[in-house]
């Protein structure tokens, strides 16, 4: 009688601790955590876990703690769309993710198949929300807006300059190279070269002699920093002085680290610096003493959380697809990178592109600097 009883109790306990466990609340964070854009992964990384973090250690979300799960898609599509399907899996009900617009897109279908809310710190191409699929959103803005600030200062600064269009093919890449030359076009300044290069090559040497032999006094680039940089760093040893212009896909610190000294008065768009809100300070300061930089999408990714709370908190329900029809009430939403209020395709709906100058710093490193 004694063990029976002592199985009951056990079977209890196991039962109450099944239960515990089931009261967590899993958001799933995706993103390239290795691979060459692993830089904007680890920003992805941070900003989710310090928002969850904070969550619960305010009692969590809706009664519930939140648990992260993570998904490294190495900014590969096909990846993506396993990471999207195994997060459905595990029964995830939010994602923030992924970075890259092309990683986005395919996983974006998964999600939006299965009923999970999907928030994407850092994908840019307008595809991702114009499908219209209902639990797809962003934090940040879209490149044909980016791309209409870059055209338009093109236009204003360097109407007269010769002007050479480069990308990395890729949906967001290649994406943000045609949404500036169709803006500046139209303003009346024809680009002297226009070429694509493949994502991941290493050797510049026939671009960099292209550029050099069209006279370009100025290279736009669509693509991020890791052949940004590289192409920059070849293109002031082969004696190209050129100023280049890229997206917010080169705004990390290693687009200088691979650039070197020439990477000094390079433009770039990208909204204005999050980091400098009063509303960020206080979360700063938590980065600060785990020793990590928020750059960029750090504090977007943060934001993304917050929004999934505040939206999930106002109508008392951790269902995504009830989230993402709050989302879309156009309410509106305090934030690290300031108030955040949604359209009907799951866009931001404030535009605020700016154009900043790489810049060195008194310590001697190079940086970005709001214009």
Same mark, same amino acid.
């Given at each position: 009688?004694?063990?029976?009883?002592?199985?009951?109790?056990? =079977?209890?306990?196991?039962? =109450?601790?099944?239960?515990?466990?089931? !009261?967590?609340?899993?958001?799933?964070?995706?993103?390239?955590?290795?691979?060459?854009?692993?830089?904007?992964?680890?920003?992805?990384?941070?900003?989710?876990? !310090?928002?969850? !973090?904070?969550?619960?250690?305010?009692?969590?979300? /809706?009664?519930?703690?939140?648990?992260?799960?993570?998904? +490294? +898609?190495?900014?590969?599509?096909?990846?993506?769309?396993?990471?999207?399907?195994?997060?459905?899996?595990?029964?995830?009900?939010?994602?923030?993710?992924?970075?890259?617009?092309?990683?986005?897109?395919?996983?974006?279908?998964?999600?939006?198949?299965?009923?999970?809310?999907?928030?994407?710190?850092?994908?840019? /191409?307008?595809?991702?929300?114009?499908?219209?699929?209902?639990?797809?959103?962003?934090?940040?803005?879209?490149?044909?807006?980016?791309?209409?600030?870059?055209?338009?200062?093109?236009?204003?600064?360097?109407? +007269?300059?010769?002007?050479?269009?480069?990308?990395?093919?890729?949906?967001?890449?290649?994406?943000?190279?045609?949404?500036?030359?169709?803006?500046? /076009?139209?303003?009346?300044?024809?680009?002297?070269?226009?070429?694509?290069?493949?994502?991941?090559?290493?050797?510049?040497?026939?671009?960099?002699?292209?550029?050099?032999?069209?006279?370009?006094?100025?290279?736009?680039?669509?693509?991020?920093?890791?052949?940004?940089?590289?192409?920059?760093?070849?293109?002031?040893?082969?004696?190209?002085?050129?100023?280049?212009?890229?997206?917010?896909?080169?705004?990390?610190?290693?687009?200088?680290?691979?650039?070197?000294?020439?990477?000094?008065?390079?433009?770039?768009?990208?909204?204005?610096?999050?980091?400098?809100?009063?509303?960020?300070?206080?979360?700063?300061?938590?980065?600060?003493?785990?020793?990590?930089?928020?750059?960029?999408?750090?504090?977007?990714?943060?934001?993304?959380?917050?929004?999934?709370?505040?939206?999930?908190?106002?109508?008392?329900?951790?269902?995504?697809?009830?989230?993402?029809?709050? =989302?879309?009430?156009?309410?509106?939403?305090?934030?690290?990178?300031?108030?955040?209020?949604? +359209?009907?395709?799951?866009?931001?709906?404030?535009?605020?592109?700016?154009?900043?100058?790489?810049?060195?710093?008194?310590?001697?490193?190079?940086?970005?600097? !709001? /214009?």
């Amino acid at each position: 009688m004694r063990l029976v009883k002592l199985a009951g109790a056990l =079977l209890a306990t196991l039962a =109450l601790a099944s239960c515990g466990a089931e !009261q967590k609340l899993k958001i799933g964070v995706a993103g390239p955590f290795t691979g060459k854009d692993a830089v904007f992964g680890a920003q992805l990384r941070n900003g989710a876990e !310090q928002a969850v !973090q904070d969550i619960n250690a305010a009692g969590g979300l /809706n009664g519930q703690q939140v648990e992260l799960v993570f998904g +490294d +898609d190495a900014a590969d599509p096909k990846q993506g769309r396993s990471v999207a399907n195994t997060f459905v899996g595990e029964g995830v009900s939010f994602v923030v993710g992924h970075f890259n617009s092309g990683v986005s897109e395919p996983a974006s279908d998964v999600y939006a198949e299965n009923g999970l809310l999907m928030i994407t710190p850092g994908s840019t /191409n307008p595809k991702i929300t114009e499908r219209g699929l209902a639990t797809v959103f962003r934090t940040c803005g879209r490149d044909d807006q980016q791309g209409k600030v870059a055209g338009e200062y093109i236009a204003q600064h360097f109407k +007269d300059k010769k002007i050479a269009i480069t990308h990395d093919k890729t949906t967001y890449g290649k994406g943000l190279a045609d949404e500036t030359k169709k803006v500046m /076009n139209a303003l009346g300044v024809t680009e002297v070269l226009y070429e694509g290069i493949n994502a991941g090559e290493r050797d510049f040497s026939a671009l960099v002699s292209k550029i050099k032999a069209s006279g370009a006094d100025v290279v736009y680039w669509g693509g991020v920093h890791t052949e940004g940089g590289s192409i920059l760093r070849q293109m002031r040893s082969a004696g190209v002085n050129a100023v280049m212009m890229g997206g917010d896909g080169i705004a990390t610190d290693e687009f200088a680290a691979l650039g070197g000294p020439g990477t000094e008065g390079t433009l770039m768009t990208f909204g204005p610096d999050p980091q400098k809100r009063p509303e960020a300070q206080a979360v700063i300061e938590k980065f600060a003493a785990r020793k990590f930089k928020p750059e960029a999408y750090t504090l977007y990714s943060y934001a993304a959380v917050q929004v999934i709370a505040e939206a999930a908190k106002a109508i008392n329900s951790v269902d995504p697809v009830k989230v993402a029809a709050e =989302l879309h009430t156009g309410k509106t939403y305090k934030t690290v990178i300031g108030d955040l209020s949604f +359209d009907a395709k799951g866009d931001v709906t404030r535009i605020d592109y700016v154009m900043y100058t790489w810049k060195a710093q008194p310590d001697g490193t190079i940086t970005y600097v !709001q /214009n």
